[in-house]
């Protein structure tokens, strides 16, 4: 099946659905995108099936050449973008034809950007999903980022109305963000002063971060736990590991760990943290499990009512 050739894959470009679940017995993590809202728009603009597969762009850098008829959207980090050389916008439906090669640049306004065909890419599953966890090497192609000359199968489609998200519609990426955390049950082992220091301090984004884990550099905050057995850990995690330096665990953190966790980033906001590149600067707030609650389902019916525009 014909679809798209990779050129140059840019700095890491990974096959997404929307993860893997139920395979944690068998020590396999969720992967999928770290941005879950642009994802979406990026299959929603196109009438794809909310789990069709895309390319998770980060940084920047991509190009492809298309081998067939199609459309394509991209939404996510701002970052300039050609099609047969001719500029084209974001969270907008384009048509491409074959021979057309496709140039993403790299960001200049967050980091993870996606891109979506018509009818999504064609990629086997692997333990139920296309999501690519290079650690594991499972997903994608051969479990690995995208390399110069991969082939991307789709089918060749059209549509009949091509489609946009309003400005006022689309994610902001600022530099900084404030993180909301639902408390977790070892928060009892963080003393008042540490809890406090916690949730009052700023923190910056280091360069040794990615989809495992976002480690963190500022205030050194201490447990009084020395010692733990390993146990299950959810997205948005936060560890404190010994030298006090919290981590938000992200899409492919490993299943377990060892580490005191003093609470979780909500799915909402660590797509905020994913878009922030080193240097960034963030600060955590304490919120309720059933505040969190309530914000996953407003945004939730907020997608839903938000309407693309007609070209």
């Known amino acids: 099946m014909k679809g798209f050739t990779v050129r140059q894959p840019g700095l890491l470009t990974l096959i997404q659905d929307r993860g893997r679940f139920g395979a944690h017995n068998l020590g396999l993590t969720n992967g999928g995108p770290l941005d879950g809202q642009a994802f979406a728009w990026a299959n929603r603009l196109l009438g794809n099936p909310a789990n069709a597969s895309t390319l998770e762009i980060s940084f920047g850098g991509l190009s492809l050449e298309s081998e067939i008829d199609s459309v394509i959207v991209v939404t996510g980090a701002e970052l300039p973008i050609k099609v047969d050389g001719e500029t084209i916008a974001q969270w907008q439906t384009h048509p491409v034809k074959a021979g057309d090669s496709i140039e993403l640049g790299y960001t200049t306004r967050g980091t993870r950007a996606y891109l979506a065909v018509a009818g999504g890419f064609t990629i086997p599953a692997s333990f139920g999903s296309s999501a690519t966890v290079v650690r594991e090497k499972i997903g994608g192609l051969n479990g690995d980022k995208l390399q110069a000359k991969d082939q991307l199968s789709c089918h060749s489609k059209s549509l009949h109305q091509h489609y946009y998200l309003a400005d006022d519609?689309?994610?902001?990426?600022?530099?900084?963000?404030?993180?909301?955390?639902?408390?977790?049950?070892?928060?009892?082992?963080?003393?008042?002063?540490?809890?406090?220091?916690?949730?009052?301090?700023?923190?910056?984004?280091?360069?040794?971060?990615?989809?495992?884990?976002?480690?963190?550099?500022?205030?050194?905050?201490?447990?009084?736990?020395?010692?733990?057995?390993?146990?299950?850990?959810?997205?948005?995690?936060?560890?404190?590991?010994?030298?006090?330096?919290?981590?938000?665990?992200?899409?492919?953190?490993?299943t377990i760990g060892g580490y005191p966790k003093i609470g979780s980033v909500i799915p909402l906001d660590t797509a905020k943290l994913a878009q922030l590149s080193p240097g960034s600067t963030i600060k955590f707030e304490s919120i309720s499990p059933e505040y969190a609650h309530n914000l996953h389902w407003l945004a939730k019916s907020r997608f839903e009512r938000t309407q693309p525009v007609k070209c």
């Open 169 to 254: 519609d689309r994610p902001q990426y600022p530099d900084s963000a404030t993180l909301r955390v639902v408390p977790g049950y070892q928060l009892s082992q963080f003393d008042p002063v540490e809890r406090h220091r916690f949730f009052n301090a700023q923190y910056q984004v280091t360069d040794r971060s990615d989809r495992m884990g976002f480690r963190l550099e500022g205030e050194v905050i201490r447990s009084n736990i020395n010692s733990m057995l390993s146990e299950g850990i959810c997205h948005g995690a936060i560890q404190i590991p010994a030298d006090g330096q919290p981590i938000v665990l992200m899409n492919d953190r490993q």
